[in-house]
């Protein structure tokens, strides 16, 4: 247990559909990341989130939207997805961003499968 | 652009032995570098933190090295278990600039007992 959970574990879902991405930590940090880990292929960065500001959005397609209502939770809102966006995605938090230092504390992840 | 480069044939070693992973990094000087213990279908857990003046971390059975000039670090285990059979990640920060990591593809490892 990391402390940081995300739901669904799994999930499938058609091109057209809409669907959402949750992610909560539980352990007091201001920073939170989105990450996609595709088959073969290193983890890329796609959103950090800093006291609830968001400091990158590493040119993701606008068919990801993220969101940070507070501190603990943070969303991946998906639409219109293509096959090849079928990955895990992984959340992570960390204590904070601008020290630089902070290990990440990563979720389980949402597998991702687009028909 | 920054590169960093993880030995992407599985490393298989026997119980007991040392395993040693590489970590080369190309087009920038990272402060530190991380590493990460990765098992299949989970996410990745933190292990050891170093910082570029350090040379030599240790944790347990584990043990990092940075070296500034080779741009590379290594990792081992020492008196390897088939527990640590896993990908092992690093990770420098991408662009010094807060705590966004870049990560390398990682190197499984397989300790057959």
């Known amino acids: 247990e990391t402390g940081v959970t995300q739901t669904p574990r799994h999930l499938v879902m058609g091109m057209t559909n809409k669907k959402s991405l949750k992610c909560e930590q539980h352990?007091?940090?201001?920073?939170m990341y989105w990450y996609k880990q595709s088959a073969k292929k290193p983890l890329e960065l796609m959103f950090v989130y800093s006291l609830e500001e968001r400091v990158e959005n590493n040119s993701v397609p606008s068919r990801f939207s993220p969101e940070c209502p507070n501190s603990s939770h943070l969303f991946l809102h998906l639409h219109t997805l293509q096959p090849e966006d079928s990955a895990l995605y992984l959340c992570?938090?960390?204590?904070?961003?601008?020290?630089?230092?902070?290990?990440?504390?990563f979720g389980e992840g949402s597998r991702l499968t687009v028909l | 652009s920054q590169k960093i480069e993880q030995n992407s044939e599985a490393l298989n070693i026997q119980e007991g032995k040392t395993a040693t992973l590489t970590c080369n990094y190309t087009n920038y000087s990272p402060a530190y570098l991380q590493w990460y213990r990765q098992d299949p279908g989970r996410g990745p857990v933190f292990l050891l933190l170093?910082?570029?003046?350090?040379k030599e971390k240790r944790k347990e059975r584990l043990k990092v090295t940075f070296d500034t000039t080779l741009k590379q670090s290594l990792f081992h285990i020492t008196a390897s278990q088939p527990a640590d059979s896993a990908t092992y990640l690093c990770a420098p920060p991408n662009n010094n600039a807060g705590n966004m990591l870049t990560f390398g593809g990682g190197t499984r490892l397989m300790v057959k007992p």
């Open positions: 170093i910082r570029e003046n350090e």
């Open positions: 992570a938090s960390s204590q904070e961003f601008d020290s630089g230092t902070g290990e990440l504390f």
């Open positions: 352990l007091g940090h201001n920073a």
